[in-house]
C-alpha cells in the first residue's frame, strides 16, 4: 500500500503497469455496431457481371476466371448496376426503354436505397443525406406525374419497386389579422362591382333570350311552310 502510495505521489511522471491495467480494465466498452441488411444482399454470388453473361467464352473458362466475373468479386458498384438493371426490367415498358418515368423511377429507387444503408453506418454524412433527400423529391414529382397522367402503370410501378408514396399536403395559410382584413376587403370590392354590372348583365341577358326566341319562332315558321307545300324539311 506504501508502494502504492508513493507511486501516485510522484505527480504522474511514471505509472506502474498495475495501475495502467487497473485504468484500461475500468473502461467501457464500444458496442460494436450491428450488421445493417442490404438490399444487395439477395444478388446470387455465383451471377456474372454485366456485359459478361452473353460473352460465349465464359461457359468454357476455368472455375477461377469465372468467380473473378462473379458477383462474389465484384465490387459495391458493381454490383449496384446489376441491382440496377434487375429494377429497370420491372417497370420498364418495351425492351428498348431506357427512358421513360418508370425507369427514371427505379434507377432512383437503387440509388436512394444505397444513400439509407450507407446513412445508418455513417449517420454524420451530410453531403449524402442531401443527395438522398434531393433525389427523394426528384423521385416524388416523378411520382406525382405518373399518378395523374397514368395511373395503371403508377399502381404498377409502386407494386413492383415496393414503394410507398405519399401524396404532397394541400398548401394551408395561417389566418393573419391582415390577411382577413384584406380578403374581406376584397370580397366587398366585388360584390359592390357585381352590383354596378349586374343591370347590363340583364340587359345582355334579355337579348340572348330574344334572340334565341326568334330564331325558335323562324325555324317554327320554316317548317310549318314546308308542311304546307308538302316537301321534306
Not at 487497473?22 to 450491428?34: E, M, N, T
Not at 389566418?175 to 354596378?196: D, I, Q, Y
Request: net charge positive.
Amino acid at each position: 500500500m506504501l508502494a502504492l502510495r508513493a507511486v501516485l505521489g510522484r505527480g504522474g511522471a511514471a505509472c506502474s503497469p498495475l495501475i495502467q491495467t487497473a485504468r484500461w480494465y475500468a473502461r467501457p466498452l464500444r458496442k460494436r455496431k450491428k450488421d445493417i441488411p442490404s438490399h444487395l444482399d439477395d444478388l446470387p454470388p455465383t451471377m456474372l457481371k454485366i456485359g459478361y453473361a452473353d460473352v460465349p467464352v465464359v461457359s468454357s473458362v476455368d472455375d477461377v476466371v469465372k468467380k473473378l466475373l462473379s458477383l462474389e468479386m465484384a465490387s459495391q458498384k458493381e454490383k449496384m448496376k446489376v441491382k440496377t438493371q434487375q429494377l429497370v426490367e420491372k417497370v420498364r415498358r418495351s425492351p428498348n426503354d431506357d427512358g421513360s418515368f418508370e425507369v427514371q423511377v427505379a434507377i432512383l429507387t437503387a440509388k436512394i436505397r444505397t444513400y439509407e444503408e450507407h446513412l445508418q453506418k455513417h449517420p454524420k454524412d451530410k453531403r449524402n443525406r442531401r443527395h438522398m433527400l434531393m433525389d427523394i423529391d426528384r423521385r416524388k414529382k416523378l411520382l406525382g406525374y405518373l399518378r395523374r397522367v397514368r395511373y395503371d402503370a403508377f399502381e404498377n410501378t409502386c407494386k413492383q419497386l415496393d414503394i410507398q408514396y405519399t401524396p404532397r399536403p394541400t398548401y394551408t395559410r395561417r389566418p393573419t389579422k391582415r390577411w382577413l382584413v384584406k380578403k374581406a376587403f376584397c370580397r366587398r370590392v366585388f360584390e359592390e362591382v357585381r352590383k354596378l354590372k349586374a343591370p347590363e348583365r340583364r340587359k345582355q341577358r334579355q337579348e340572348w333570350q330574344a334572340r334565341a326566341r326568334a330564331e325558335r319562332e323562324k325555324e317554327a315558321q320554316a317548317q310549318a311552310q314546308a308542311q304546307a307545300e308538302g316537301t321534306p324539311v
